[in-house]
């Protein structure tokens, strides 16, 4: 079952904008991880945020979690063409974790 | 650093044969995770290994789903007997401690069962 949603579920903005997206989750949750992927390929890991953290930044990503909200967003500044991938959110529980559906952006040059 | 490595990366296969899906994670990773990926949808965990226990297959689907894990490294997913339903991509991930951290995804293999 997945763990929740992504919002939006695509996204298509142009090279050097910025990209939001959010991710809700349902159940209780140890940390939330940010993961890309590219066509056709494996999950790469981007950033992890604990529960008790509300902001994490790592280059241009900035990753902040509401967890009375069940709530987290990834920020993605000054976008580039190579970022055009799928993007999930994961819940960390109890050695597990639940991925949400995923937002597919677009970044064009 | 060799990543994870997953053979074959693409199996077709008929309904109602076997097939089987190999794994070898990142030396010295201990956690090792098998998930089911449909079109346009996020990874769905069918099992997940503690060295050579299988301590999570709570969502494996047993009636056709079997996994291994020998020696507590390479791991092996089988589906007998395959059905249409199970054409997706079955990724394996590992993660040097438990716990639910940074996991680290192999390529995939993309079944496709007609």
């Known amino acids: 079952s997945q763990q929740g949603e992504e919002d939006p579920q695509a996204l298509s903005i142009q090279e050097g904008e910025n990209a939001t997206m959010n991710c809700s989750y349902k159940?209780?949750?140890?940390?939330l991880q940010w993961y890309r992927q590219n066509s056709g390929r494996g999950l790469v890991h981007l950033i992890l945020?604990?529960?008790?953290?509300r902001e994490k930044h790592s280059g241009r990503l900035r990753v902040t979690l509401d967890t009375s909200k069940k709530s987290s967003s990834l920020l993605i500044t000054a976008s580039r063409a190579a970022d055009t991938a799928s993007y999930f959110c994961?819940?960390?529980?109890?050695?597990?974790?639940?991925f949400g559906k995923g937002t597919k952006l677009s970044v064009k040059p | 650093e060799a990543g994870v490595v997953q053979s074959p990366r693409y199996k077709i296969i008929e309904k109602k044969q076997p097939v089987a899906f190999w794994c070898n994670p990142i030396?010295?990773?201990?956690?090792l995770y098998w998930y089911l990926q449909n079109l346009g949808q996020g990874p769905e965990l069918l099992i997940r290994?503690?060295?050579?226990?299988?301590?999570?297959d709570s969502q494996l689907p047993k009636d056709r789903f079997s996994a291994e894990r020998l020696k507590g490294v390479d791991s092996t997913l089988k589906i007998q007997p395959a059905e249409l339903g199970d054409s997706a991509v079955y990724l394996c991930?590992?993660?040097?401690?438990?716990?639910?951290?940074?996991?680290?995804f192999g390529p995939g293999t993309r079944l496709t069962v007609t």
């Open positions: 290994y503690e060295n050579e226990e299988a301590v999570d």
């Open positions: 030396s010295g990773h201990n956690t």
């Open positions: 159940t209780s949750i140890n940390n």
């Open positions: 994961a819940g960390g529980s109890q050695g597990n974790l639940i």
């Open positions: 991930a590992s993660s040097p401690v438990p716990g639910g951290y940074e996991q680290y």
């Open positions: 945020i604990r529960s008790n953290e």
